[in-house]
Every structure is written in C-alpha cells, then in structure tokens.
C-alpha cells in the first residue's frame, strides 16, 4: 500500500494592509475640502433650497386662492396628479417629443458630425455655419416657426410642403410635427457637436486596415466608427434626451398647449403661474424632477456598462 503525501494546505494570502495617510496628505485633502465648500455651499443654496422647499409645498394644501385653507395633506397631491389623465395624457405627448426628437437629432447629427470631420476644405466657416441654430435663443426660433406656419402670412403656406388650406398649428398631429421640427432644428447642431468630439476620437488607422482588409463603407462605419463612438453617443443622448423631456419653450410658443400639445413642464406651468395651486404645481415639479433623475440613472447604468465593455475589449 503506498503511502499517500498530505497535500500542504492552501494558504490565503494576507490582505494588504491600508497605507497609513500621512500628514502632508491630511493637509491636501483638508485644503481641498475648503477649496470646495464654498462651490458647494452655493450650489445648496441655489438648488438645494429650492428643491426642498418645493418638496414641502408639495405635501401641503396651498392654493394662494384660499391662503387661509393651508394644511398638510401628506402624498394626497401626488396622488391626485398621478391618478389625473391630464397628467398622463401630457407624459404621452412629453415622450413622443422626446422620442422623435432624439432619434432624428441622433441621425441627423451623425451626418452632420461626418460632414464636419472628412470636409476638405473650408472646415472652419462649415462648422460655424451649421452651429447657428443652437446659437438662436429657443424663444425666437419657436417664434420663426410659429410665423413660417401661419395660415394667413406664414412663407411654408402655398409651398409643396403645405396646401393653401392647411393649418397644421391646428391639429394635434400637424403641431407635434411642428413642434419636434423646431426642436431638431434648434438642438440638432448641439448633437452634431457632441458626436463630433466622439468622431474625432476614432482612428484612422483602423479604418485603412479595414479598407485593406476588403471591408466597405458601410462596414467599416457599422463595426469600427459606431462601436467606438458608442459612449460619445450615449452622452449625447443622455443630455439631449433630459432636455427634449423638459420642453416648454417650443410647445408654449407655437400651441400654448392647445391640440392637446400640453407636455409636463407646461401642466406645471398653468398649475402653479395661472392656477396659483402651489401646492398641486410643486407635485407636479417634483414628479417632473423624479421623472429626470430616472432617465439619467438609466442612462449612466448604461453608459457605465459600455464603457467597461469597451476597455474589457481593449
């Protein structure tokens, strides 16, 4: 019978043991934190108040019609906006803004961002040309469409475009047409913009090894340009995406909310300016502002995600 070795048994390494911070790194970080308070201070002031303070007025009854019939009523306004089909009916029309404004700046601002990178000459007045749309205030643009469309004096009238009858700023259809062409036509340049940044981060050298390799156009944009640019894309679509959620000026300018064009900024808008129900309108900010952390939150988990993919790839 052969004798059998006993196996050494495995040894944990130990874990290392946490630097002790010294006394010049005690004084950085100590400087550091007083280099900050004051940004940070001021940013409690200037957001943190406020937030607060609508979150208050938001579990209270306080309609500035009736001042004296102030009382808190604890979540009762949040559920009465919640169970509101107004309510739903403007988050509808919010998300199909969104959507369709994201997706065709998305497209457009890709082109654009092409356009911008390979131009051989003049790349300098090109760009300033297509960026003077985000350059012109919101007000003023929705304003110049608002007229464009105009039955009686508006130039899009007569055209191939529309018929000397049509009115589109008067049906629900023909205005959230208006409206999202307003906003890709405002914000598309921002979008090119960023995704440029992205572009320009993308090498060429991977695109000629491709084309060596046999690989088209579309190929080589498919499986290397969008690839690479992916977080570049999610940013944009995260700061475009909370931007086209909140939109007011476009939609107040050109329906003021009528064709059941309202979105969610403008609920909380007549809520709290025309109604003076401070504390309905506060509900319906502070589910606005709920409804923005979501969307971010679900962006950054994603773009988190890609990122880490990327460099796992690499």
């Known amino acids: 019978m052969e004798a059998t070795t006993a196996q050494p048994?495995?040894?944990?390494?130990?874990?290392?043991?946490?630097?002790?911070?010294?006394?010049?790194?005690?004084?950085?970080?100590?400087?550091?934190?007083?280099?900050?308070?004051?940004?940070?201070?001021?940013?409690?002031?200037?957001?943190?108040?406020?937030?607060?303070?609508?979150?208050?007025?938001s579990l209270q009854k306080y309609d500035l019609?009736?001042?004296?019939?102030?009382?808190?009523?604890g979540l009762s306004n949040y559920s009465d906006v919640l169970t509101s089909s107004i309510w739903w009916d403007d988050v509808l029309t919010t998300t199909i803004i969104t959507l369709a404004s994201v997706a065709i700046e998305l497209v457009l601002g890709m082109a654009i961002a092409l356009i911008m990178h390979r131009a051989i000459f003049g790349r300098g007045p090109v760009r300033a040309a297509i960026l003077i749309p985000y350059g012109i205030v919101t007000v003023v643009a929705a304003f110049a469409w608002r007229y464009a469309f105009d039955p009686s004096a508006g130039f899009v009238q007569g055209t191939f475009l529309l018929g000397d009858d049509a009115a589109p700023l008067t049906e629900r259809a023909g205005s959230l047409v208006v409206i999202i062409l307003t906003e890709v036509?405002?914000?598309?340049?921002?979008?090119?913009?960023?995704?440029?940044?992205?572009?320009?981060?993308?090498?060429?050298?991977?695109?000629?090894?491709?084309?060596?390799?046999?690989?088209?156009?579309?190929?080589?944009?498919?499986?290397?340009?969008?690839?690479?640019?992916?977080?570049?894309?999610?940013?944009?679509?995260?700061f475009r995406t909370l931007d086209a959620f909140r939109v007011f000026d476009s939609a107040f300018i050109l329906t003021g909310g009528a064709n059941r064009t309202e979105t969610v900024s403008i609920l909380g808008y007549n809520v709290l300016i025309n109604r003076v129900n401070l504390g309905l309108g506060s509900a319906v900010s502070v589910l606005i502002f709920i409804a923005v952390i979501l969307i971010a939150a679900f962006f950054v988990k994603v773009l988190g995600t890609s990122t880490a993919q990327q460099r796992g790839e690499v």
């Open 9 to 57: 048994a495995a040894t944990k390494a130990p874990a290392p043991k946490k630097a002790k911070i010294t006394e010049r790194a005690r004084a950085e970080r100590k400087l550091a934190y007083l280099l900050c308070a004051p940004a940070l201070i001021a940013m409690l002031i200037v957001t943190g108040y406020p937030i607060g303070y609508a979150v208050y007025l």
């Open 65 to 73: 019609r009736f001042p004296d019939e102030k009382e808190f009523v």
């Open 185 to 238: 036509w405002k914000t598309t340049p921002f979008m090119a913009l960023l995704l440029l940044a992205g572009l320009s981060l993308v090498p060429d050298e991977l695109h000629e090894a491709a084309k060596v390799d046999g690989a088209s156009t579309v190929q080589r944009f498919f499986r290397i340009t969008i690839p690479l640019m992916k977080p570049a894309i999610l940013v944009a679509l995260l």
